[in-house]
């Protein structure tokens, strides 16, 4: 491929990596690098390279700050290392969302897809980015992986999420994903009109409980309609409790 490239990450070893493996999968053409994200918007918007790798996390602006203030349209793939912002790439329209660290045959898939793909953009990024960054956080769905794709969960569909550490289960009706984003950060996404967190380790969909019934003294246990039962703690018990009239 002929195109120049921007490579936009504030880390040198992440640049240095890309760059590499650009090289030796055969893409030799112009690449340049920015490690910031006021750096990205200058450099891509003097020498407006066809094709931009674009880390969502940058200090200085943002990955969404700087498609917001670009003035072409160019192709991009985000790479973070972060999995919840896989979201971001796909509302924005991006061709594809690398999550790192990635290999070299990751990235080759994403280039053919690059290559075999007429890509056309019916909304300018700068109007997608803007409102990215004015819409109010809470999430209408979810991305996440399902082996070698990128699948989207609609909030509907979501039934629980359950914390551990660095990751979340993220339960449906019939399936579930692990994802890696601590519970919390995912608290704070999720609409308090439909999810509750009920426990340390439980966020539910209201619209998905079957039934709320004793469990001892203090708690509550609560039936979803998979079947699946979660006690709630305490503090979860009775703002379950103040749901009933």
Do not use: C
């Amino acid at each position: 491929m002929n195109s120049s490239i921007l490579i936009a990450d504030d880390e040198p070893l992440a640049r240095r990596s890309l760059r590499t493996h650009l090289s030796q999968l055969g893409w030799t053409t112009q690449i340049y690098e920015a490690k910031d994200g006021k750096s990205a918007i200058a450099i891509a918007n003097e020498h407006r390279p066809e094709l931009l790798f674009l880390d969502v996390v940058m200090p200085g602006a943002t990955g969404l700050q700087v498609l917001a203030r670009l003035d072409y349209e160019p192709k991009v793939v985000f790479t973070t290392a972060h999995d919840q912002y896989a979201v971001t790439a796909f509302e924005l329209g991006a061709l594809d969302y690398l999550l790192k660290p990635f290999g070299q045959e990751r990235l080759s898939r994403v280039l053919q897809r690059i290559e075999s793909t007429d890509w056309i953009s019916s909304v300018p990024f700068a109007s997608r980015a803007q409102e990215a960054l004015d819409r109010r956080p809470y999430l209408s769905r979810i991305f996440v992986r399902d082996g070698n794709r990128i699948v989207p969960i609609a909030l509907a569909e979501l039934e629980r999420a359950q914390g551990a550490d660095d990751y979340v289960t993220v339960h449906t009706l019939n399936r579930e994903y692990l994802v890696s984003v601590r519970l919390s950060e995912l608290e704070t996404q999720l609409s308090a009109v439909n999810f509750l967190r009920v426990h340390r380790s439980h966020i539910i969909n209201l619209e998905l409980i079957e039934s709320i019934e004793p469990y001892d003294a203090n708690r509550v246990k609560v039936v979803m309609k998979s079947g699946a039962r979660i006690v709630a703690s305490r503090t979860g018990s009775k703002k379950l409790r103040n749901l009933a009239y």
